[in-house]
């Protein structure tokens, strides 16, 4: 935990300096997942979902900025799942439901315009 939180405030940095730079907006949303992962495993719910939220947030601006990225849409699949497993464990379960439908709905088109991509299966 300690390694992410290091290295997620020069990321921030990094994104206001330039807001447009899709890496550095790709790879803060990175770092908000992956401390959202290690909060989720320590039971710390709430603040998971927050930052499974701001993943959301980047995840979705990405999506938009550019919708034939499949990387993109497949992170924004990831982040609706992320933030439906939480939302499950904290018994939200038609908020959770509502977020699995929307991983899925995302993960359906993937699916279809990739038949051969196994992981998208």
């Not at 908020?95 to 995302?106: E, M, N, Q």
Request: aromatic share 8%; hydrophobic share 30%.
């Amino acid at each position: 935990m300690k390694a992410y939180r290091e290295g997620l405030t020069p990321r921030e940095q990094l994104t206001k300096l330039d807001p447009g730079n899709t890496t550095w907006q790709n790879n803060l949303a990175y770092s908000y997942d992956r401390i959202g992962r290690l909060l989720y495993e320590q039971g710390k719910l709430d603040a998971a979902l927050k930052s499974y939220r701001d993943t959301l947030t980047i995840s979705e601006q990405l999506a938009k900025l550019d919708p034939s990225n499949a990387t993109w849409q497949n992170d924004l699949a990831h982040s609706y799942s992320r933030i439906g497993e939480v939302q499950q464990r904290q018994r939200q379960l038609d908020a959770a439901l509502k977020s699995f439908r929307d991983c899925l709905t995302i993960a359906e088109q993937l699916a279809k315009l990739d038949p051969s991509n196994a992981k998208w299966q």
